[in-house]
């Protein structure tokens, strides 16, 4: 038991010296690309920019902000604006949001545990000094039972790209699940997962795992 209470104060003792490291954040992100048969996007192919949804406000503050970080995944794959928008090759729709999808309420039973410790030099009652001493201890027996609801939405990208005949040349969608609502954090990492999909097809969804605004591996 002591051995175990030592290994308990031990790791909290390391957390205190070590501090806070920051951690970085994981998103689970779902791919999913079709290109029309035969399609090269070629070098220095004008395009304008879009929203699919009839409810974006192409004019809002947060559309202008998600569309630069579109413009610049668009720049690396050879795209490029024209000086007006009727003289693009392609029009570039899209759209971006978020769906509740799940909630579901956990019960959690945690035990009421204290330890500690103490140390000291006693002395007897003419004032002679012994060896020093330590003792741990500790208290449990009860335990806690609390309820935890958790808010998972789907947040979602779609890129559609058509020609001036209004022809679909490619589409990505993009999509993941957790409970955070934040767009301007979440919208930005998954074009950047879109990015390599674009004009290219995938059989099925693909699996990603991503962190920080960066794809690490397929599952």
Same mark, same amino acid.
């Given at each position: 038991? !002591?051995?175990?209470?030592?290994?308990?104060? @031990?790791?909290?003792?390391?957390?205190?010296?070590? =501090?806070?490291?920051?951690?970085?954040?994981?998103?689970?992100?779902?791919?999913?690309?079709?290109?029309?048969?035969?399609?090269? #996007?070629?070098?220095?192919? @004008?395009?304008?920019?879009? /929203?699919?949804?009839?409810?974006?406000?192409?004019?809002?503050?947060?559309?202008? !902000?998600?569309?630069?970080?579109?413009?610049?995944?668009? $720049? @690396?794959?050879?795209?490029?604006?024209?000086?007006?928008?009727?003289?693009?090759?392609?029009?570039?729709?899209?759209?971006? $949001? #978020?769906?509740?999808?799940?909630?579901?309420?956990?019960?959690? #039973?945690?035990?009421? #545990?204290?330890? $500690?410790?103490?140390?000291?030099?006693?002395?007897?009652?003419?004032?002679?000094?012994?060896? /020093?001493?330590?003792?741990?201890?500790? =208290? =449990?027996?009860?335990?806690?039972?609390?309820?935890?609801?958790?808010?998972?939405?789907?947040?979602?990208?779609?890129?559609?790209?058509?020609?001036?005949?209004?022809?679909?040349?490619?589409?990505?969608?993009?999509?993941?699940?957790?409970? @955070?609502?934040?767009? !301007?954090?979440?919208? /930005?990492?998954?074009?950047?997962?879109?990015?390599?999909?674009?004009?290219?097809?995938?059989?099925?969804?693909?699996?990603?795992?991503?962190?920080?605004?960066?794809?690490?591996?397929? !599952?």
């Amino acid at each position: 038991m !002591r051995k175990f209470i030592l290994s308990i104060i @031990s790791t909290i003792a390391l957390i205190i010296t070590t =501090g806070c490291s920051p951690i970085t954040a994981k998103y689970r992100v779902t791919v999913d690309a079709i290109t029309a048969p035969n399609l090269i #996007i070629k070098e220095h192919t @004008s395009y304008s920019i879009e /929203p699919l949804g009839k409810d974006t406000d192409k004019n809002s503050l947060e559309y202008q !902000r998600l569309t630069t970080k579109l413009v610049e995944i668009l $720049g @690396s794959k050879g795209y490029i604006q024209p000086y007006a928008s009727h003289l693009a090759q392609q029009t570039i729709y899209f759209d971006y $949001g #978020i769906e509740k999808t799940q909630e579901k309420t956990e019960t959690y #039973i945690e035990p009421d #545990i204290t330890i $500690g410790m103490s140390w000291g030099f006693p002395y007897d009652y003419y004032g002679r000094h012994y060896h /020093p001493y330590n003792n741990f201890w500790y =208290g =449990g027996g009860y335990s806690t039972m609390y309820r935890k609801t958790y808010t998972y939405y789907n947040r979602y990208v779609t890129l559609l790209a058509k020609d001036q005949s209004n022809k679909e040349l490619w589409r990505v969608d993009v999509s993941s699940i957790g409970e @955070s609502k934040n767009l !301007r954090k979440i919208v /930005p990492m998954l074009l950047e997962a879109a990015a390599d999909y674009i004009g290219k097809n995938t059989e099925e969804p693909v699996k990603l795992i991503m962190k920080e605004n960066k794809v690490n591996y397929k !599952r």
